[in-house]
């Protein structure tokens, strides 16, 4: 759970949230037949507004101390306690399958959910609101939720609620559900269905939504129209990379485009965005395979207002430990290799936009991951441990336990932040105005296999970044 923890984007001053005005009394039913097991908010009801924190809030289920998650908010560096310091503002976290608030450093802890089902928080820009996802009881698939940071009722977002992103400008959150983009503004309660697509990623400008799309090129099937194929048909399927308007307004506005046959590729997969908005990160697939995709494929870059794309490199398709662009949109990072297994052969790329740049591929043997452009752009932070040939992945100490955290800049230097052999050190995430890190630590001795064995403890720390 901790891989989904996140910086609030500004520090926001507490205030009560206020009501929302947009009438929706099927969401309100909907929130409170949610609570089965607590006191029902009074507004429960007669009542309007998609969100309403109850005057009182529920009195959540006492929280036993858990294993699972365990603060040190330490500067590594200089031995001392970090004190209040506005740039940190709150982290949201996973607890025991629960949605958990704290300020940084050394504030109170806040529980937001008590059913154990909770996973992937995501602050809203302004730092009102946090979505996640909840697990049913029984039965598979992911729900979306969206609560109050300062806590109260959860609102449902939809049964089927998928890749839950918010506008980096705004309160509106956007996800994929029932095969289409959808967004819902969580302050009036409006929702829009914009697109029959899957994978997206706002602009970020928060004016328009990136997505990949996919449908029937002429033939007879409507299943190659979604992406599917027939055993024993063949069909010609159209592919690729679109731009809409977040407010649903005017036609969508194509990319890139690939026509193949059903059986084959190359099939566009969407990153993201540049963060001058001026680029399209995207994956080319050789072929519509789930274990092949498993192995990497070559990643390319495309502006957006047309032309040819350019390759960079090979990266597994993971949207966020992998790949990481400047905050000036001239480069990118990126962990280069392909297979599956994190540490054979993934090593950190820092490139401009035509593939030139510098590769951290060493004669020691280790292995990148988890690269994070600092705010001001100068350097990339990330986390580097041992890396094996594939005949030796067998060997202890497991790889993945070796990691500590590093800094590396476009000219090669690198530093080397933790280095306590104690512990594996992962997923570096800056403070807003670049002096912190925070990172996920693990025991060493926890790893196993290709896994954390059950009970570890996964901690979060925070040390000095100057």
């Known amino acids: 759970g901790v891989m989904y923890l996140r910086f609030e984007g500004d520090t926001v001053p507490a205030s009560t949230p206020t009501p929302l005005t947009t009438p929706n009394r099927a969401s309100i039913s909907e929130l409170c037949e949610s609570y089965p097991r607590v006191p029902k908010p009074p507004q429960c009801g007669p009542v309007n507004g998609l969100f309403v924190r109850p005057t009182v809030p529920p009195t959540p289920k006492s929280a036993a101390p858990t294993p699972e998650v365990r603060e040190q908010l330490t500067n590594l560096r200089a031995g001392r306690n970090i004190g209040r310091d506005a740039e940190l503002g709150r982290i949201a976290f996973v607890r025991g ?4 608030v704290k300020e940084l450093a050394g504030g109170e802890e806040r529980r937001l959910t ?7 928080p995501r602050w809203s820009a302004d730092g009102k609101w946090i979505a996640f996802q909840k697990r049913p009881d029984n039965g598979f698939g992911l729900s979306g939720w969206v609560v109050s940071a300062e806590g109260g009722s959860q609102a449902k977002v939809a049964d089927e609620a998928f890749s839950l992103s918010w506008s980096p400008v705004n309160s509106v959150l956007a996800y994929t559900g029932g095969g289409f983009i959808n967004t819902l503004n969580a302050e009036t309660g409006e929702r829009r269905a914009l697109a029959r697509a899957g994978h997206f990623a706002w602009s970020p400008d928060g004016l328009n939504i990136a997505f990949g799309w996919s449908e029937d090129a002429g033939g007879d099937g409507s299943m190659c129209a979604v992406g599917f194929r ?9 592919q690729g990379l679109s731009v809409v308007n977040a407010e649903g307004s005017g036609a969508r506005r194509d990319v890139y485009e690939v026509t193949h046959q059903s059986t084959a590729g190359p099939i566009p997969y969407l990153h993201g965005w540049s963060r001058d908005g001026r680029y399209l990160s995207f994956w080319q697939e050789p072929i519509d395979s789930s274990s092949i995709s498993a192995d990497g494929a ?4 495309i502006p957006v207002d047309g032309g040819e794309p350019r390759e960079l490199g090979r990266t597994l398709l993971d949207r966020e430990g992998i790949i990481t662009w400047s905050p000036n949109g001239s480069q990118i990072a990126f962990v280069d290799g392909g297979g599956r297994d994190i540490w054979i052969r993934k090593h950190l790329v820092i490139s401009d936009l035509t593939g030139a740049g510098t590769a951290f591929r060493n004669d020691d043997g280790t292995a990148e991951l988890n690269p994070a452009w600092s705010p001001q752009g100068d350097v990339v932070a990330f986390s580097r441990g041992e890396g ?16 500590g955290i590093w800094l590396g800049d476009s000219a090669g230097r690198v530093q080397q932040l933790t280095s306590d052999a ?9 403070s807003s105005g670049g002096s912190y890190i925070l ?6 001795g926890d790893f196993q296999g290709y896994g954390i064995r059950s009970g570890a403890n996964i901690e979060l720390w925070l040390m000095s970044a100057e």
């Open 97 to 100: 399958d629960d949605i958990w």
């Open 114 to 120: 008590d059913d154990q089902r909770n996973t992937a």
């Open 230 to 238: 027939v055993y024993g048909t063949v069909c010609q399927v159209r």
């Open 298 to 301: 070559p990643l390319f870059v």
């Open 388 to 403: 094996r040939a594939p005949e030796d992945t067998n060997r202890d100490p497991e790889p993945a336990a070796t990691r």
């Open 422 to 430: 104690t512990y594996s050190d992962n997923w570096p995430t800056w």
């Open 439 to 444: 990172f996920v630590r693990v025991m060493a």
